[in-house]
């Protein structure tokens, strides 16, 4: 168990440009999470999956956002057009649903920044 | 629909002193409530959790947290706290039946000697 990995760390990007996050969760977890946290704020929720199914978004999660989770292991968050606004960092966790509110596992996070 | 309240946007204290760090929740069916612990550049770790039972919940580098349904509260103490606690502390509010944790905006807490 490596834990929940988030690819990359950084990422700089100019306005206007599209970006992908990864996102690996733990192994046995079927639940996935995606946030978002900007400076001086706590974490919001943006969608989660339960294996490949999108269950919930979060109306922070315009069209200009997508997430997939095509074979229910890793997950990709793709922003479409970034805007300034969009900088921030962008968090995964997972979770056991065999132990309801366990809690999540977070990964280090993605730090977005758009120039 | 739930929410959190962290009363304290920071919170200084010295090296081996009593800290609580406050946390109000708002929902009208039954909770679980962590709290997590945010170092710098870094992911949220579980601190401790309140499923339910005991109201008193321990959890990891000594800190423990009170669940006080009457009060809708679940303050997070830790008797004597040391440099290396210095960090982001976030509340969290979740449904048994659901899914997505709703956070609180944090609180820093600020160890000096």
């Known amino acids: 168990d490596t834990g929940v990995s988030q690819d990359p760390r950084h990422k700089i990007t100019k306005r206007g440009q599209n970006v992908t996050f990864r996102c690996d969760p733990i192994s046995e977890h079927n639940r996935l999470y995606w946030y978002r946290q900007t400076l001086g704020q706590g974490p919001e929720f943006l969608t989660y999956f339960q294996n490949e199914a999108q269950l919930e978004k979060s109306r922070l999660l315009s069209d200009r956002f997508s997430a997939e989770r095509p074979k229910g292991s890793f997950s990709t968050l793709e922003i479409q057009r970034t805007e300034q606004g969009d900088s921030a960092m962008y968090l995964c966790?997972?979770?056991?649903?065999?132990?309801?509110?366990?809690?999540?596992?977070f990964g280090s996070g993605t730090r977005l920044t758009v120039v | 629909a739930q929410s959190v309240t962290q009363l304290d946007s920071q919170v200084p204290v010295f090296e081996e002193a009593p800290v609580e760090l406050r946390c109000n929740y708002s929902s009208s069916v039954s909770v679980y409530l962590f709290w997590y612990v945010q170092y710098p550049n870094q992911g949220l770790q579980l601190l401790l959790k309140?499923?339910?039972?005991?109201?008193l919940v321990k959890g990891i580098n000594g800190f423990e947290a009170e669940f006080n349904k009457s009060q809708t509260s679940f303050h997070l103490r830790k008797p004597s706290v040391h440099i290396s606690d210095t960090a982001e502390y976030f509340c969290a509010v979740g449904r048994p039946a659901g899914t997505a944790l709703i956070f609180g905006k944090g609180t820093t807490l600020s160890v000096s000697s």
């Open positions: 309140y499923l339910s039972g005991s109201t």
């Open positions: 966790a997972s979770s056991d649903p065999g132990r309801e509110g366990y809690g999540y596992t």
